[in-house]
């Protein structure tokens, strides 16, 4: 059955692409779309044409599988230039999500009509590159250059309004009569002189306003940082305001095939597969039957209870939280309220989203609230102790067939069940604060959780718009079990004599949004502290007893000004080396590369042992924890990419150099020649 047919509607032939489960460009598609242009062409009793999809979606792209590989089958630009050409009306029918080549396939068309579900986008900054089927040329003669930029530079998809707003979209059409409405549209064209994008000049508006391209790399320096991709597109766009449309087709494929060949481009194509094997689980019967979560509990009103709550309560899932005191659960629910108050004024839910978000939560004191939840959420101190105890109650007072989750961030989730009598209904969910934000869930399966209880939850990560990873049992699971070696071996070289801003900066560097002194410093040097100053057994111990618990305090390990700008402080270089002499610690200079490497090749190693140990299922899955969960920058695709990238006789070799462990798994990799992507 060929991917693409064509059906005959008198006058118009519509060509149907039906590729599941995207509509992905793939050779098959590229060719049978060709086909179809010159069937319609070649036909003299075709006076209009339409291109739509069957399936979940209208094109959402290249085939991303094909990159890197050789190319087959007809070129895409080629193809949509003579599909372009075309006297007769040629109309893009779209539904779902029409994304990279297959926006660039709507924008070689003469019209687009859509129906209000979908959206349009070119995500091609997000692995890395650029569209590369003349998307940078049409799409900014057609909107101009003020709505073509954040489309190209950034990827993110508008919606169908805002593509009629702009002119991208020419009709909105009815929900469910796409393909009628599509034939009407395009035989109402027929006999009226075609439109051609590539003739377009909306790109002018950018002449009226030179500055457009520098004002937006000012406005958007701050998350286009590292990346390279989005330089190249303000480029491409740019070349609309200069030579002809094909001088500029010209530039964007040199731009295009810069960045493809480039190990951005390889980094993070290999982050959009790692995220989605990432939610694959092994060994599980993938038939065990969901638990349908309809209400959710929540033990603990704090930074993390409260934030866990408002994913749930976003989705529209009631949830009942649970404190011990009233003065701690009006504290909870009231951050909750100006969370969402914050978000309001933002933009970014409306009053009656923020309205039935706050209606969905139910505060309360009493555990007794929790008996009829699909899931109860502990989220409180982080002590074995306490949780067992909490869930001890909870056995005895939730229903049966219930789910019992820990968002423990280190401790034994094997013992936290073995407190209950359904251990094969617990698992650990560790969120990241804020819980509302962060996109990475750490699904903890413990030695007895049941198939059904993980597909449960690992299809719930999804309801709640976050990445879900399974990790094994062991201490701090995948990302804080990889953070205490970077932790330990960045204490280790200011002992050494490293200045601990330098330590903060080759992270900065390397792509980080901040150093460990400066995320203590966020995070607050005295949580957890025993408050007694005059017990000083580290650093911190120390700069807690000196007041400098970090931003909060307006000083930490750095002094902070008004605007929380942070300068290496005197005090601070003076514990410091006080400590160092204490120890008897010899003092040397250090390279940043010497840094880097002992701070990051460590993280590695652990990496490795997880992944030797059972407790990561893949070596990507760990690339996902740290791109999601500690801001390892997408553009080395995570700690094991990015590894396999530099080889790990490399890693091995620094390793051995600075003489840090090695674990066997590590080096018999090496001697076998292999790599963690297999
Ligand atoms: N190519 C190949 N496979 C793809 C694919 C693509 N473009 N998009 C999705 N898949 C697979 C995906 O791996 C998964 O497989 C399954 O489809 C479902 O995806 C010339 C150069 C469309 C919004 O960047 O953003 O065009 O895991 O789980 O959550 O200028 O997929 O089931 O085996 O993500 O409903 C530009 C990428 C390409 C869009 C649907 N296009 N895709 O999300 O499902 S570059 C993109 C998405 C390009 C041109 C350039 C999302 C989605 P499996 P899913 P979803």
Redesign the pocket.
Known sequence: MSVVTTQKHDDVLVIIANNP??N???AAVRQGLVAGIEQALGDDSVKAVVIRCDG??F?????????GKPPVGPN??EALDKLEASDKPVVAAIH??A??????VALACHYRVAVPSA?M????V??G?????A?TQRLPRVVGVANALPMVVK?D?ISAKKALEIGLVDKIVGEDSLAADAIGFARAQIGKPVPRSSEGTKQQDAVRDPAIFDTFRRDNARSLRGFEAPEAGIQAVKATLSGTYADGVKREREL?MGL?GGTQSAAMRHY??A???A??IDNVDHAAPLIPIRKVGVIGAGTMGGGIAMNFLSAGIPVTIVEMEEAALSRGTGTIRRNYETSAKRGRMSEAQFESAMGLLTPSLDYADLADCDLVIEAVFESMQIKKEVFGKLDGIVKQGAILASNTSYLDVNEIAAATGRPEFVVGLHFFSPANVMKLLEMVRGAKTSDSVLLTCMKLA?TIGKVAVVAGVCPGFIGNRMLTPRQQQAQALIMEGANYWDVDDVLLEFGFPMGPFQMGDLAGNDVGWHRDPSRVETIREALCAAGRFGQKAGKGWYDYDEARNRTPSDETKAIVADFAAKAGQAQRSFTKAEIRERLLYPMVNEGAKILAEGKAQRASDIDVVWINGYGWPLYTGGPMFWADTLGLETVVAGLDRYGLPVDDSLRTKVAAGERFAG
């Open positions: 489960p995207v992905a460009l793939g979940r979606t094109f959402a792209g290249a085939d991303i599988t094909e990159f895409l630009g779902g999500t994304l990279g080549g297959g926006c660039e959206k986008g070119l995500p091609e997000k692995l590159l650029i569209p590369g089927a998307g990827g998809p295009f493809m959009f597969f995220e989605r094997a939610n694959k999804k």
